[in-house]
């Protein structure tokens, strides 16, 4: 996807990134488990709500920040 993506720990435990209009959003796990992805459209904010527009669970945190920015690209392209 070109330009390496920045990651931000949230305070809330999550990892958030910004990328051509997507959040992307990477919950970790409480306990052993799966990590949840979530992609959120965010490219017409002033005229529509957020939208979720693609999900899924990686076993781990790298994975699910590959995952999500794979997704976004897709959506992009």
Do not use: C
């Not at 017409?44 to 994975?63: N, R, Y």
């Amino acid at each position: 996807m070109g330009l390496q993506q920045r990651w931000q720990s949230e305070p809330t435990g999550m990892i958030s990134a910004e990328r051509a209009g997507f959040r992307l959003i990477i919950h970790r796990p409480a306990a052993e488990g799966f990590v949840r992805f979530l992609v959120i459209d965010n490219r017409q904010a002033g005229k529509h709500p957020q939208a979720l527009v693609a999900s899924g669970t990686e076993e781990d945190v790298t994975s699910a920040k590959a995952a999500a920015e794979r997704m976004a690209a897709r959506l992009t392209s």
